[in-house]
């Protein structure tokens, strides 16, 4: 069974400039596709993607990125909408580019759907009271 999850990973300085990624496709026949980066040689980095694969190399290929030292986290907790603070004002709706917030006609309110989310961070300033936040 082929499972598809996006992930972020952190890399502590020791990890960082190693081949790590390239390695999940050559050992574990994995898929990524990146869709955030910071890393730079000798300091901290991270890495938002989408990992594909055969369950079981999937499962392989995390527990190599645990073994070498990155930390992993799942993405749909990294971005998140403060519901009270939201006034439904639909400015995330148009910013938005993979459409994850959509409006309800019949009560007008702005939903939001975070599996769609790639962590651009456009919604973050957009939002004029602040209720969407990016944690990594
Ligand atoms: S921009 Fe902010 S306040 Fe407006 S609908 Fe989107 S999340 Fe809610
Ligand atoms: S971070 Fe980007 S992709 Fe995610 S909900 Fe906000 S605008 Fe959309």
Redesign the pocket.
């Known amino acids: 069974m082929d499972v598809s999850r996006r992930i972020v990973l952190h890399f502590p300085p020791r990890v960082t400039g190693q081949p790590v990624v390239y390695r999940l496709a050559r050992d574990f026949r994995l898929r990524f596709n990146i869709l955030k980066a910071s890393v730079s040689p000798g300091q901290e980095g991270l890495l938002v993607m989408e990992l594909s694969g055969k369950q079981e190399n999937y499962d392989k290929g995390i527990q190599f990125l645990t073994e070498v030292g990155v930390q992993i986290q799942s993405l749909s907790q990294d971005v998140v909408?403060d519901e009270a603070?939201?006034?439904?004002?639909?400015?995330?709706?148009t910013?938005c580019p993979t459409g994850a917030?959509s409006l309800e006609p019949k009560t007008r309110k702005?939903l939001?759907d975070d599996s769609k989310c790639v962590v651009c961070g456009l919604?973050v300033k957009?939002?004029?009271?602040?209720?969407?936040r990016v944690y990594f």
């Not at 603070?85 to 709706?93: D, F, P």
């Not at 957009?126 to 969407?132: F, L, S």
């Open positions: 909408r603070r939201c006034t439904h004002c639909g400015a995330c709706i910013i917030f702005v939001f919604c957009a939002c004029p009271p602040r209720a969407m």
